[in-house]
Nanobody
């Protein structure tokens, strides 16, 4: 099982980024996928989850209305569209799979929001 994030970078306040997570080694369409983030000196925070097979989503209160999670089962990818980014969104963003009671994490991708 492998999940690999990409798409992080440096952006100004009010800007946008799109993160992607490429998954392999399991039947992607059967599992919910999540994005978490961890800011320096803080704990890991759930950002968004997309369920399977319904495709319903759960968005964290701190990003609601600004972030959107989506998935493309044919490509084994899950994305996080982040709009109107603010300095408090600065963090390492992780893709997560929960499968058979075990959590799989990617290496993370850094998002830095600064003017």
């Amino acid at each position: 099982v492998r999940v690999v994030e990409s798409g992080g970078g440096l952006v100004q306040p009010g800007g946008s980024l799109r993160l992607s997570c490429a998954a392999s080694g399991f039947t992607f369409r059967r599992y919910s996928m999540s994005w978490y983030r961890q800011a320096s000196g803080k704990g890991r925070e759930l950002v968004a989850t997309i369920n399977s097979p319904e495709g319903t989503t759960v968005i964290g209160d701190s990003v609601k209305g600004r972030f959107t999670i989506s998935r493309e089962n044919a490509m084994n990818t899950v994305s996080l569209q982040m709009d109107n980014l603010q300095s408090e969104d600065t963090a390492v963003y992780y893709c997560q799979l929960l499968r058979a009671g075990y959590q799989y994490w990617g290496q993370g991708t850094q998002v830095t929001v600064t003017s």
